[in-house]
């Protein structure tokens, strides 16, 4: 009996003796977890990592290529981020550019620099120096475009209405005003740099950069040139019945009436009086003449 007893106590011992040990190396084990916890709690880790030195940074950063600029679209317009090679440059403020295939006319938003292209008008002054300097910095170049809400997308000659930006991030539009090849345009409504395109214009002129330079668009227009009119003297050999067909000639190309009437008479009984030599319809061409 003493025995049992004793076989008893001595492993109630050894169980207390190994639960001791384990409570002990449990007490340990947490308070190593505790202490990393406070370790990585204490370490500061950057959300984005630079994958570029300073150093490098310093020598890329003003040669990033179009292709580490890119971002996807999510509307109609183009993306910010991409850059598109300029395929023309028409004149100092309309441009057009190679998107994905498609070329696109660009004008130019809060610029207008003086006429150079358009039919209807007389080339203005500095005009072409304007049109010049755009091909100087756009040519064979890629550039990103910026959209305007404010503006609309198109114009009413469906040309793309767009902020241009060159590769080394300067504002194209904003730069052919502050040297003076653009004068600040509000079309209809403000638009996004109104102020800085206007506070540019200013600075130009207080600076007498390009078209404001004093006395540079004072050039007063030049007298014409008459150059008379070779005249020539048509016979009745001439004014065949081919000749009758069209208008090709006038009273000044005549020298006396004589000749006008010689014309008239072979033409009326072809196709009437096809040169209208005769306005006043009196059967009498020309009476002007000698």
Not at 183 to 211: F, V
Not at 255 to 284: I, M, P, R, Y
């Amino acid at each position: 009996m003493l025995k049992k007893v004793l076989y008893s106590i001595g492993g109630f011992l050894v169980l207390m003796f190994v639960l001791g040990s384990f409570t002990d190396d449990y007490k340990l084990d947490t308070r190593r977890v505790q202490i990393s916890s406070i370790e990585l709690n204490d370490i500061s880790i950057p959300e984005e990592a630079n994958v570029f030195s300073s150093n490098e940074e310093t020598v890329l950063g003003s040669t990033i290529t179009a292709s580490k600029r890119r971002m996807k679209s999510t509307s109609g317009a183009p993306p910010e981020e991409q850059y598109y090679s300029v395929t023309k440059v028409v004149d100092g403020d309309t441009l057009a550019v190679d998107m994905g295939g498609k070329i696109e006319t660009i004008r130019l938003i809060g610029i207008n620099t003086p006429e150079t292209v358009d039919p209807r008008k007389t080339v203005e002054c500095f005009g072409i120096e304007a049109s010049e300097k755009a091909k100087a910095l756009l040519s064979g170049q890629h550039v990103r475009i910026e959209m305007d809400p404010t503006q609309g997308e198109r114009d009413k000659y469906n040309r793309l209405l767009a902020y241009v930006y060159l590769d080394n991030g300067k504002s194209f539009n904003k730069y052919m005003i502050e040297e003076g090849y653009a004068y600040e345009y509000t079309y209809n409504n403000p638009y996004k740099y109104q102020d800085d395109y206007k506070t540019a214009e200013i600075n130009a002129q207080i600076n007498n950069k390009g078209l404001w330079v004093e006395g540079v668009c004072d050039i007063p227009p030049q007298t014409p040139i008459l150059i008379p009119k070779e005249k020539s003297t048509p016979t009745s050999q001439v004014l065949s019945q081919q000749s009758c067909s069209t208008n090709l000639y006038n009273c000044s190309d005549f020298v006396t009436q004589n000749e006008a009437q010689s014309a008239f008479n072979v033409c009326s009984s072809v196709n009437g009086d096809v040169h209208g030599l005769d306005k006043d319809k009196d059967g009498v061409a020309c009476e002007s003449l000698p």
